[in-house]
Structures are given as C-alpha cells and as structure tokens.
C-alpha cells in the first residue's frame, strides 16, 4: 500500500500546489512558466502511475476489509455516476446552464465520483483512495472560493451545450459500465 500512499501525495500534493497561489507564482519565477507546466505534468503522470499501480498491487494482494458496505449502496454508486459523468462533461467550456449551476464541473464531478466510491467500498485501500480524493477536491473548492473564482457564469437558459453535455456525459457512462471490468477489474454490474 506504501506506492499507493506514495502516489496520492504526488498526485494531490502537486494539484495542491495549484491552489497555493503565492508559492506558485515563486516557482514560475525561478523555474519559468513552461518549465513548471512541464514538471507540474510529469509529476502528476507519475502520481496516476503510482496510484494505478500501488492500487492494483494493493488489491491482488488481498482487500484490508474495514466494513461491508450494504448492496443498497452499490446501486447508489452506480446512480451518482451518471451525475459524475455530466459534470465532467461540462468540463467543455462552451457556456451552459449546467455549467453554470456547477460553476467547477470538474471539482463536482471528482467529489461526486469518490463519494460515489466511497459509499461502495469498504476496504482501507479504497477508504484510503477515494477518501484522500474527496478530501482533497473539498479542500480545493474551499480554495478557489476564497481566492474569488466564482467558476463558469451562471445561464438563464438551456443551450445547445447542456444537450452535448448531457448526451456525451451519458454516452461515457454507459462505455464506463462495461469497460469498468476491464480497466478496473471490478464488475459494475454483478450478474
């Protein structure tokens, strides 16, 4: 669990990063914008790589069983999937009435997912995982609010945008439902 550990810090604390906007700008100083832009892009590959690998070592070695989550609660997972997915589609900057009333899709999307998992898993590395990414996506919206980002524009009106955004959001919903045995090695769907 220790590469797991190792590329959650990585990962989070160079996202982190982001959000401390004085010693970022200190870095981008010293080092130059597209020096920074490159490492802050090796560093966070090299986290997901930690991160998928300690992961999938940590499971092939056996699941540290916390708790057992009820079956209600993978049904609720599988629900808030679909939200997850539309606010990641909005990520897509073309103005929408959803993009909007989420104002950081992309941070609405993560906490949705990792609670989403949360709920499902009851075992350590999963509690670690999923636990540490929702932590971090509160943390983070904390941030931008304090620094007064107010996020994409509130719309009166659905737009054609909403529809694209819905339509993909569904669209990768569904292909996660039956790729998620694949990439994931866990079944979203128990037969």
Do not use: Q
Request: glycine share 10%.
């Amino acid at each position: 669990m220790l590469v797991l550990i190792i590329g959650i810090i990585v990962f989070l604390g160079v996202h982190t990063l982001t959000a401390l906007r004085e010693t970022r700008a200190g870095i981008i100083g010293r080092i130059g914008l597209g020096a920074y832009k490159g490492v802050h892009s090796l560093l966070a590959l090299l986290g997901f790589v930690l991160i998928v690998w300690g992961f999938s070592h940590y499971r092939a070695g056996g699941l540290i069983h916390v708790w057992s989550p009820p079956v209600w609660t993978r049904h609720l997972t599988i629900s808030l999937m679909w939200f997850a997915f539309v606010a990641l589609a909005c990520v897509n900057p073309a103005p929408s009435r959803i993009r909007g009333w989420l104002r950081h899709p992309m941070l609405v999307a993560i906490k949705i997912w990792a609670l989403a998992h949360l709920l499902a898993n009851g075992d350590a590395g999963g509690m670690l995982l999923f636990g540490s990414f929702l932590a971090w996506a509160v943390f983070d919206r904390i941030a931008v609010k304090k620094r007064g980002d107010l996020g994409a524009p509130r719309i009166l009106s659905f737009t054609r945008a909403d529809a694209i955004n819905l339509i993909v959001g569904s669209v990768a919903y569904v292909a996660m439902i039956f790729l998620h045995p694949i990439l994931i090695g866990v079944p979203v769907i128990l037969r």
